[in-house]
């Protein structure tokens, strides 16, 4: 099953992951220091937040996860075909996972990915991304 994910800047993680946890229903399936992130079910939701109080946008980035490598590369592919401009990045560790991902950026610069997880990882560790530099920056 694909889910969209909506990255998002808060300013209390604590604060952030109560009301969340009210909205969606269901609590964070990973909490980290300054980080969180919901598996929702019902809408299909990966909701990340990020604790960046000084950060001006409560956007930090927009995803697509899907369930393998194989998705990730032909969905670059695809982007690639049609003229949009890829990043691709193989096995990086990104907010506490080792994922395969793929990055595209809107007309407006807001930051895509479309990735999948590999694995968990004991490190948030950053992407090269803009989007995740910010996030990184907390």
């Not at 952030?16 to 269901?26: G, P």
């Not at 807001?110 to 530099?133: G, H, K, M, P, Q």
Request: glycine fraction near 4%.
């Amino acid at each position: 099953m694909s889910r969209l994910q909506l990255a998002l800047n808060v300013s209390d993680i604590d604060v952030a992951v109560a009301y969340y946890s009210k909205l969606f229903n269901t609590e964070p399936a990973k909490r980290r220091q300054g980080y969180a992130n919901f598996a929702i079910a019902d809408p299909p939701l990966k909701l990340v937040l990020f604790e960046n109080s000084s950060t001006v946008g409560k956007l930090n980035h927009l995803g697509i996860e899907v369930e393998s490598s194989e998705q990730v590369t032909q969905a670059g592919d695809r982007l690639r075909q049609a003229n949009l401009t890829v990043k691709t990045e193989p096995q990086t560790t990104c907010c506490y996972a080792v994922q395969d991902k793929v990055w595209t950026t809107d007309p407006d610069g807001d930051d895509w990915e479309i990735y999948t997880v590999l694995e968990d990882s004991a490190t948030f560790a950053c992407s090269s991304t803009e989007a995740t530099r910010s996030a990184c920056s907390s």
